[in-house]
């Protein structure tokens, strides 16, 4: 029997949901261990939760996790520091929680995605981008720009994919990056 693919943004986030994606974004990316990186600390996991539950879409087949996709409302101002690598992933963040709603932001950063291996290949990652950002833009006439800091060659074609859907502009960050 085939699992049935399900994404949390078509549903309300719970806190296990954030919790155990954290787990999986943890076990690949390893941010506790790079300086610059956003963290996934309790006041983090919180602040998506409470305040922005469609920038985190948990993947599921069936009724195990198999991946996430992360998105954060930005601005240009913010965007074009990180892109210029004055500020640091974090620093993005934190200077996004203070600043951005879902009704003031220009750009959003299409933060990370992950899934496992045995489901890749299916687009997985790119429709849990695109699903997010279709829930926050809804009733919104502006047209952000994208912007990412792409690890790897098929992350950067997820995100090409995803701006091209979209229609949107994508300013790329590559690796390797030092702050």
């Not at 409470?50 to 198999?66: F, H, L, Q, S, T």
């Not at 959003?108 to 890749?120: A, Q």
Request: charged share 35%.
């Amino acid at each position: 029997m085939k699992e049935k693919i399900a994404f949390s943004v078509d549903r309300k986030l719970t806190r296990k949901d954030v919790d155990e994606s954290s787990k999986v974004a943890e076990a690949f990316f390893h941010m506790q261990e790079k300086p610059g990186e956003i963290r996934a600390t309790k006041e983090n996991k919180q602040f998506f939760l409470e305040r922005m539950p469609e920038c985190d879409n948990v993947i599921y087949a069936g009724k195990k996790i198999i991946g996430f996709a992360l998105i954060i409302p930005s601005n240009k101002e913010l965007m074009k520091k990180f892109v210029a690598k004055k500020i640091t992933e974090d620093e993005l963040f934190e200077e996004g929680k203070k600043k951005i709603k879902y009704t003031n932001f220009t750009t959003i950063y299409l933060c990370s995605c992950f899934v496992k291996k045995e489901y890749r290949g299916k687009g997985l990652a790119g429709q849990a981008w695109i699903k997010s950002i279709q829930k926050i833009m809804k009733g919104r006439k502006i047209k952000p720009l994208l912007f990412a800091w792409v690890q790897t060659k098929e992350g950067e074609m997820v995100v090409r994919r995803v701006a091209s859907h979209l229609k949107y502009t994508v300013k790329l960050l590559k690796e390797p990056i030092s702050f």
